[in-house]
């Protein structure tokens, strides 16, 4: 394997597959931490939507986080 993603893949927490990134959606910050990783462009918080092939489940995440 020669790719070298510059972020770590999600895992499904119920099944451990790796993650799809499904979407990219915008919204308001929610608290202090969130304000300060509002995309200037998008005037919000991004968060991405990653689905699990297997479960079909979705697990947000916004871009900021470094979990
Ligand atoms: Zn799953």
Same mark, same amino acid.
């Given at each position: /394997?020669?790719?070298?993603?510059?972020?770590?893949? /999600?895992?499904?927490? &119920?099944?451990?597959?790796?993650?799809? &990134? &499904?979407?990219?959606?915008?919204?308001?910050?929610?608290?202090?931490?969130?304000?300060?990783?509002?995309?200037?462009?998008?005037?919000?918080?991004?968060?991405?939507?990653?689905? !699990?092939?297997? !479960?079909?489940?979705? &697990?947000?995440?916004?871009?900021?986080?470094?979990?």
């Amino acid at each position: /394997m020669n790719d070298t993603p510059a972020r770590k893949p /999600m895992r499904c927490a &119920h099944d451990g597959a790796k993650l799809n &990134h &499904h979407a990219t959606l915008i919204r308001d910050p929610l608290n202090r931490e969130e304000a300060d990783s509002v995309d200037p462009v998008a005037d919000g918080v991004l968060i991405e939507v990653h689905a !699990c092939p297997k !479960c079909g489940r979705g &697990h947000p995440r916004t871009t900021g986080a470094s979990t």
